[in-house]
């Protein structure tokens, strides 16, 4: 199975065409979104194609192929427009031996060291990648037993980063990094 996974469109109507785009190109399964759709939050200024109606039409043409979790910038208004479930702080998937938790970042319940303490480490046998937003820059580390992946911004991104997006490929468990062209 093919995922593409992205964060942080804060309503950006080009990036999220791009992004699904490549979705499209690349012949995926599944997305898997880590929060902040359609608003573009107190600390971001506003983005130069800012069209929240058109991100939600967007989106909803492909609700039963997103999996998502809230971000801090998104709220019950916005899950009565979206048509797929983002109210959820987290959500765990698995393929084969790979487990996948998926939080947005922004909730210190599920830092790094008490998310180590409650999953189960990746072995020979299995892998535990945990996927987060929130902070703009992509990440891609192994790191005490564990994947930490950030696919980083499509819209804001931070700390000298590009716009980005990552990839997981189950079959070969492939995890990489992409920039937004």
């Known amino acids: 199975m093919k995922v593409l996974i992205f964060s942080d469109i804060h309503g950006d109507i080009d990036t999220l065409q791009k992004m699904i785009e490549v979705f499209e190109n690349g012949k995926f399964n599944l997305m898997i979104?880590?929060?902040?759709?359609?608003?573009?939050?107190?600390?971001?200024?506003?983005?130069?194609?800012?069209?929240?109606?058109?991100?939600?039409?967007?989106?909803?043409?492909?609700k039963d192929k997103i999996i998502a979790v809230?971000?801090?910038?998104?709220?019950?208004?916005?899950?009565?427009?979206?048509?797929?479930?983002?109210?959820?702080?987290?959500?765990?998937?698995?393929?084969?031996?790979?487990?996948?938790?998926?939080?947005?970042?922004?909730?210190?319940?599920?830092?790094?060291?008490?998310?180590?303490?409650?999953?189960?480490?990746?072995?020979?046998k299995s892998r535990t990648i945990i996927i987060s937003g929130h902070t703009h820059i992509p990440v891609n580390e192994e790191k005490d037993g564990f994947t930490f992946l950030n696919p980083g911004s499509i819209t804001f991104p931070k700390g000298g980063s590009q716009k980005s997006y990552a990839i997981i490929d189950t079959e070969n468990g492939e995890i990489k990094l992409c920039e937004l062209l």
């Not at 971001?44 to 109606?53: E, I, R, S, T, V």
């Not at 702080?89 to 996948?100: E, G």
């Open 70 to 124: 809230r971000g801090n910038c998104d709220s019950e208004v916005d899950q009565m427009l979206l048509e797929f479930p983002i109210m959820c702080d987290y959500t765990q998937l698995f393929f084969d031996s790979m487990r996948i938790f998926v939080h947005h970042g922004h909730k210190s319940e599920y830092s790094a060291e008490n998310l180590k303490k409650l999953l189960p480490k990746s072995s020979d």
């Open 33 to 62: 979104i880590t929060g902040d759709f359609i608003n573009h939050g107190p600390r971001n200024g506003l983005p130069a194609h800012f069209d929240q109606k058109q991100c939600v039409e967007l989106l909803n043409r492909y």
